[in-house]
């Protein structure tokens, strides 16, 4: 009988490519002797169904929930009067307040007495509270601006909470945040292991977009990382094995409150063999730049545009090729804005492609991301032998310099920096010497260090030791 395990996805896979999803996708495929459910989070439900990948055959089954359709919940059973106990009231106060709070009492409440969270939501208890709350915290605002924006945060977060739970032997999450509590609620409902894996830390990742988010009022925006907070206590506490990519990542966790014994590194890796036949691009007059990144604000693909532009200046012979799906297709339009703007030539948005090919046409990589983990992309430009210009995010530093002896495998700059972003692609332009030693330093510490075939069988010893072997 084969193992059966759930994994928890929100906003990547099988909706968007690359980066997690790249990740999820080659996974899947690396564990053909399991079976794989899909608990699909996405933010609307015109999504449903529309995937960007063709799912493995050992993916058995697909549950989807988008966070649109709490908002569209009714009132049931006529909205009558709800009665909870002192101990719901109390938890279900911590968390309107973002305080730490025992989910399992929420869990109970909405998925075993199953509670409708709009009827909660209308009854005496639940005004009573905000308005005590919206009197003592948020004197200056009006009630129903203060009403609405808990409504909006709380409600999908509980509509999460009545889903009916696939049964599996493992729930494996990759986030914190709406994927670590449905992670929390499957451990809790069938009591099985319940594994966390973070290629970014969900909860900084959503504090840095927060600070500069237009759509939150700037006086809800605390009100908003506390909840993200709450998710990430969630998921730490019930979770039985929590992972991240590097070391760092993990000191990061136990600062945020996960217990130091459920710690864990495993780095990510690549199939190392599919770029093993990519030798130096052929010379042709051009220095060509690549960039294998989607295309979303997060990844600052701004910065890389005004910094091209002075690399471009100063030397015409250059091209810059970003090869990847557009998340963000607001922000496309604002990129290709900005290069008529700046009026900048040899700017080529390639859309998807195969990397391990069309990397041949690449000189070196550049990454300009605001905030990372530990990149595919920089691995596999490695992998294919390729310097990489990196922002100072996550663990490209680690990447980058190293601790092996093999060298830098290219040059880190500050993030949002497009001065020294630039100086640093003019030095591996003009230095195909520098740039060829870099790649070959970064090939090794990929072959040594991140292959698929080692990333996975950290994985399944994982899954080995919480079943018993």
């Known amino acids: 009988c084969k193992v ?32 794989f459910v899909l608990w699909c989070i996405g933010a609307q439900a015109g999504n449903r169904g529309h995937y960007k990948y063709e799912l493995p055959k050992n993916v058995v089954e697909v549950h989807e929930v988008f966070l649109d359709d709490a908002l ?33 009492v929420l869990f109970e409440l909405f998925q075993d007495k199953k509670v409708n969270p709009v009827n909660m939501m209308m009854s005496p208890m639940f005004l009573n ?10 004197t200056y605002l009006s009630f129903t601006d203060f009403y609405y924006n808990v409504r909006s945060m709380v409600l999908p977060q509980l509509y999460l909470i009545t889903q009916e739970v696939p049964q599996a032997d493992i729930y494996h999450a990759t986030a914190t945040g709406y994927s670590g509590i449905l992670g929390s609620l499957g451990k809790w409902k069938y009591k099985k292991p319940f594994i966390l894996t973070e290629h970014g830390i969900y909860t900084r990742e959503r504090e840095e977009e927060l600070l500069r988010a237009q759509w939150v009022l700037p006086y809800f925006k605390n009100q908003w990382i ?15 094995v929590v992972t991240a ?29 599919k770029f093993a036949g990519v030798g130096v691009k052929e010379a042709d007059g051009y220095v060509d730049i690549g960039a294998i990144v989607r295309i979303a604000k997060i990844k600052d693909i701004k910065t890389m545009i005004y910094a ?18 557009v998340d963000d297709e607001e922000y496309y339009e604002e990129c290709k804005t900005l290069i008529e703007q700046l009026d900048v030539k040899g700017i080529i948005f390639t859309g998807v492609v195969n990397v391990s090919e069309y990397i041949k046409k690449i000189d070196f990589v550049i990454l300009t991301s605001i905030s990372e983990g530990q990149p595919l992309s920089v691995l596999e430009a490695f992998a294919a032998g390729r310097a ?5 995010v996550g663990c490209c530093r680690g990447l980058i310099e190293g601790s092996d002896g093999f060298g830098n495998a290219g040059i880190c700059v500050p993030p949002m920096n497009k001065e020294q972003l630039a100086q640093a692609m003019l030095e591996l332009c003009s230095e195909p010497e520098k740039r060829r030693r870099m790649g070959e330093a970064g090939k090794r510490r990929v072959n040594m260090f991140y292959t698929h075939e080692v990333s996975m069988e950290n994985y399944r010893d994982i899954y080995r030791k919480l079943l018993g072997g």
């Open 4 to 35: 059966r395990v759930c994994m928890i996805l929100e906003g990547s896979y099988p909706y968007v490519y690359g980066g997690v999803s790249s990740w999820m996708h080659q996974y899947i495929q690396a564990m053909p002797e399991v079976d």
């Open 72 to 104: 569209e919940q009714k009132l049931k059973n006529g909205g009558r009067k709800l009665r909870f106990t002192q101990e719901e009231r109390t938890e279900l106060e911590k968390l309107f307040e973002g305080d730490s709070l025992n989910w399992d």
């Open 129 to 138: 509270i905000i308005m005590q709350l919206c009197e003592g915290r948020f």
């Open 226 to 240: 506390n909840m993200f907070r709450l998710f990430s206590d969630c998921a730490y506490v019930h979770a039985d």
């Open 245 to 273: 990519l590097y070391k760092k990542a993990n000191g990061i966790q136990h600062e945020l409150g996960c217990e130091e014994s459920k710690l864990m590194v495993t780095p990510n890796g690549v199939h190392t063999e």
């Open 308 to 325: 091209f532009a002075e690399v471009r200046r100063l030397m015409p012979n250059t091209r810059l090729h970003i090869m990847g799906d």
């Open 388 to 392: 990489c210009v990196t922002t100072d």
